[in-house]
């Protein structure tokens, strides 16, 4: 039962908790109006990061060189007895993913991590599994591929396009004047 001390102190409790004010939670609204901006340039940094590197033969090896690995995982006991078979897997994986980055961090030496990433990729199918069940393999050599074509491109000129009929209305305009004057 309830004494007379214990309903005075949890009526006084009840009351507290009606007088302080409310706490407003943000609604979905106002966060998603704030989170616009931070997203919006978080995609216009990625825009430029990848216009301005191989991105996607980098991410193909990264992947390539990550199936391989994934395809080559062994005990560390069991690798070390293998001797230099057993770290086929982790040599031609790393060095994969490591040339996929390196193509990110600097492109302009996409030529030697596309070449390494290649003689990699094809070297795997000997010293790693068939070269990650040949998936790892086809990445790798994809990869590579694209990174050894990539070539910068130049920067967009907005505003300067010329449209087919004002270049027209500018040829007729030169011819004008010069057809008068004979």
Same mark, same amino acid.
């Given at each position: 039962m309830l004494s007379a001390h214990d309903t005075e102190q949890s009526d006084a409790e009840q009351s507290e908790t009606e007088s302080a004010p409310a706490k407003k939670l943000p609604t979905v609204a106002a966060i998603v109006a704030l989170a616009k901006p931070r997203v919006a340039l978080a995609r216009a940094? /990625?825009?430029?990061f990848r216009r301005t590197r191989p991105f996607w033969g980098g991410l193909w090896m990264i992947l390539g060189g990550w199936f391989i690995l994934r395809m080559s995982m062994v005990e560390l006991q069991i690798m070390m007895s293998a001797g230099l078979t057993g770290f086929g897997g982790w040599l031609s994986g790393g060095g994969l993913i490591l040339c996929g980055v390196a193509a990110w961090l600097a492109p302009s030496q996409r030529f030697? !991590? @596309?070449?390494?990433?290649?003689?990699?990729?094809?070297?795997? /199918?000997?010293?790693?599994?068939? @070269?990650?069940? #040949?998936?790892?393999? /086809? #990445?790798?050599?994809?990869?590579?591929?694209?990174?050894?074509?990539? @070539?910068?491109?130049?920067?967009?000129?907005?505003?300067?396009?010329?449209? !087919?009929?004002?270049?027209?209305?500018? !040829?007729?305009? !030169?011819?004008?004047?010069?057809?008068?004057?004979?």
């Open positions: 940094w /990625f825009r430029g030697f !991590a @596309g070449l390494i990433g290649l003689l990699l990729a094809v070297a795997s /199918f000997v010293i790693s599994n068939l @070269g990650g069940f #040949f998936i790892g393999m /086809f #990445f790798g050599i994809i990869g590579s591929a694209m990174t050894l074509s990539w @070539g910068a491109t130049k920067a967009r000129r907005r505003g300067l396009r010329k449209t !087919a009929k004002a270049k027209q209305a500018e !040829a007729g305009a !030169a011819k004008e004047p010069s057809e008068s004057t004979a």
